[in-house]
């Protein structure tokens, strides 16, 4: 497959689904990601490390009755996706990950040789 199509299939990806809200908050040991996923239950979640990427992948999973019809539909793609660059500072062997009432928590913790330490200080 050439690096064209491989883009190609990319963006149509990236087309057809929805980019969930995600905030990124820094501390001094790591980043932690939270990102909004409502309708998404845990077995549909699809998170992936690697090539210094996050991606996050969601499938919707909403029951509705088979007697029922939605007769407006402001949200019709049943599918999250989002990818982000990881800096090298960060070990993503250490990832972590919760689900909770929709809102999935991505832990990403610093490599330990860029996380501060404290230094002895010895007098004579």
Do not use: C, W
């Amino acid at each position: 497959m050439s690096e064209q199509t491989v883009k190609t299939i990319a963006a149509a990806r990236e087309a057809t689904t929805l980019l969930p809200a995600v905030d990124v908050i820094e501390d001094a040991s790591g980043i932690t990601l939270f990102a909004d996923m409502p309708g998404v239950p845990r077995d549909k979640f699809d998170l992936q490390v690697g090539n210094d990427t996050l991606t996050l992948e969601g499938e919707v999973s909403l029951d509705m009755p088979t007697q029922m019809k939605a007769t407006h539909a402001e949200v019709t793609l049943a599918r999250y996706r989002r990818v982000f660059t990881l800096s090298k500072e960060l070990d993503t062997g250490k990832v972590s990950a919760e689900l909770n009432h929709g809102v999935l928590k991505v832990r990403i913790p610093k490599a330990e040789h860029v996380q501060p330490r404290k230094v002895s200080i010895t007098v004579h």
